[in-house]
């Protein structure tokens, strides 16, 4: 029993401590299994919170997308976008056009939130846009393992351990843009979910950049429809050539986006035959620059197009055998077009020309053919001023003419009163003066016919001393234009019962002789014109003059007229005729029933 029992009390320490042993290798096996689980579920929210910050950000574009209408801002939001999405250091939007030799590049550098806009011509452009450009097809790029059909050498020079690149492709399948990330914060290459993301942000951003991209065409065709209502306003203006051909530069330059250009006319010919081309200055940014330059035929792009009579491109101006050094020098001259301006007998009487810098787009044919129509129209338009200046210099050399003549008249109208009052007039105050003499020494029963005879000699005398005051009032030279007014008004009131008021009170004593001679002669005619035709009782002349002109206003209480009516009498076209002698001002107001005012403005010191 002993024994037995000393093997139960043996043994049962060995089955205790086993039966002991056995649950810590459970516990331990459990807490594995509770960490490894906790490991995940941690990685879970992890990826749950990098699922959620995913969603925000492609929701954060996807708003930039509904809210952004401008070009550049988008491109820029949408790079933003990529950064977060991808964990990435860098990425950037290539914006592409199909009819551009370049890429308008918008970037964001994330570690700084450094924004740029960059122009890029093709070849600029890293080897995984060009790649992609070129396939239309997404990449990754690993340069640990690069792969075979995708170049990327200068990727590795610049330091990109990893890329993202994939293109924009709007409903027709043209690329639009590329964006492009590049490497990965985390040290590991893309993954092709990372790719996933990258589609699905581009395919976002190309609805809004093709959205973009339209109100973009929209603006340039209202700003384009802008400058061509400016310019036709500008060529029914009748402005003179020079001034015509200044304002095709300015409007043709922001047409085409243009930095400068310049214009000129054709020279009258040489004696030697020769024609040649002159511009006055250059248009340069919003500010016209003093810059004179003649140019023969064969000389420069002027002197070509004035030989050739045919536009004349060039996108390499500074190897141009034609180009001008001077503007290079000065005004940065890379691109440049220039028009002949060719009149309805396709002679060229002027030429334009357009700059662009290297920088921007190239000039093409279209432009061209948009330009020569402009010139076209301004050809119509200076040919039209050159005869509304023809015109203009005929009707000043009729008025001058007229004026000549009216002088001429004044002249003959004082030679003829002059020689009435002293020569007739004498003449017949002797004849008088004899015939008293004679009916002492004739017999009674004549004496009453030569009394008659000296009646009717006297009578003539009267009326040939009132046709020479007429002709030449002497109260004019003697008194002035004030005491020539009272002698008129007087004569009229006795010889038509009209009344007549007079107010010179505020007018100086003596003017020059010609605005004296010429105010009066408008007072005759329109006392003249009132007697005949108006019917009126009362007419008042008011002469005033403030510190820069001389008011005249002859009004009277007549029957009146319509003075929109044209009117062609020779009375008012002598008016007018007067006035513009001085030159002066003259206006004739009327209605029906309302009387006529005719009203005299004359600039004086």
Sequence with gaps: MQALRGRTDFDRPESQGASEKMPDRQSVSAAEENLELKSQIAELKAETRHLATQVVALRSGAEAVLHELDTGMLARAIARQATHLLNAEFAMVELYDQDLPYFRTSHIHR???KTQDLVAEMGEVNSLSRWVLSHRQSSLFDAAHPGARVPGDDLVEAGVSNAVCVPMLNHQGLVVGILQVQNH???????????????????????????TRLFDRMQEWTQALEILLAFNAAVNQHLNPSELVRRLVEHATRFLKADGGLAGLVLPASPSGASSMASEAYWHRGLWHEWSRTWVPMEGLPGYVLENEFPYLSNEYPDDRLADPELITLFDVQRAICVPIKDVEEKVIGFFELHKGANQTAFTWQDAAFVESLANTTAVAIRNAQLMKALEIKTQQIKALSAHNLLQLEDERKHIARELHDEAGQA?????LGLKVLSRQVPPELREEVAQLGVQVGNSTELLGNLARHLRPPTLDRLGLHGALRQLALDYKQRLDIQIVLDLSSACDRLPEQVELALYRIAQEALTNTAKYAGATRIDVTLARDEDEIFFSIHDDGKGFDDSAQHTGLGLRGMKERADMLPARLSIRSRPGQGTEILVRVPFP
């Design 428 to 432: 017949l105050i002797a004849i008088q």
């Design 111 to 113: 570690k700084i939130e």
């Design 185 to 211: 914060r985390t040290g590991l290459p893309f993954a092709p979910h990372d790719l996933a993301i990258a589609e699905t942000l581009a395919v976002q951003g190309t609805i809004g950049l093709e959205r």
